[in-house]
């Protein structure tokens, strides 16, 4: 064999897939709880327990994950969070979002939070804690599906057709009793939250838990992410809520303009 043929060796390849499993599996810990084992990463990701067992172990070395002697799940490692910790320094819409949603933290006295639009989930990417002794809080970093609560619902009804279609009509996981799976009925929520411009929740994504969150757009008027207001769903009274949608919608509208949306939520909405 040739030295030019030897040259044709598929080690790019083979790199290629080592880098998409390493890839596969820090995707899988956002979506999964804190902690995985070799099993149910596995299974996850259909390969061998002898392959998930070498990628685990060479991101282990490199502080992407860590250990636990006692139980042996693996989590996220030191390396992993200052990625996460990087980009969330670098967010344009952290920088747009949190002196709005600071003072709107203030004036609601609840917990108010940022999510961004990932692929076909969202991400809580910041928050601002309630001052009150029983409050929400959320979990940062953490990959959420967009059919379940009103954080998800308003960005899911402001995507284009075709991908709020693919969403809508996969399977869609019973995240809690109060979750809307039914397609038909989830598109006619959808239509309604898109015409209104916010969403109210109560239990859909977090038992005993209530929100209201608008969308958030960018320059080119399509939808990026949303905030809202949340807290203990028995403060969520029908009075309580109809004080907090003009303050939410407002808080929203502020942020998109500094992220050069030029028209309001309404305009887009309709135009959908």
Known sequence: MSPASRSTTPTPSIGTEGAMRVADVLLLFLRADDSLGVSQVARSLDLSKAVVHRVLQSMVARDLLTQDPQSR?????????AIGARALRDSDLRSAAEPILRELRDATNET?????????????ISQFPSPQEIKMLVELGRLFPLHAGSSSKVILCNLDTDRQREIVDGVLEQVTPSTQIDPANLRRELEQVRKQGYSISRGERQPGAGAVAAPLFDFTGGVVGAISVCGPAQRFDEGTVERLIPQVIDAAADISAGLGYLGDHATVAEAR
Not at 73 to 81: E, F, I, K, S, V
Not at 112 to 124: C, F
Request: proline share 5%.
């Open 73 to 81: 799940l693996y989590r996220l490692g030191p390396a992993a969070r």
């Open 112 to 124: 108010t939070t940022l999510s961004q639009l990932q692929g076909a989930d969202r991400v809580y």
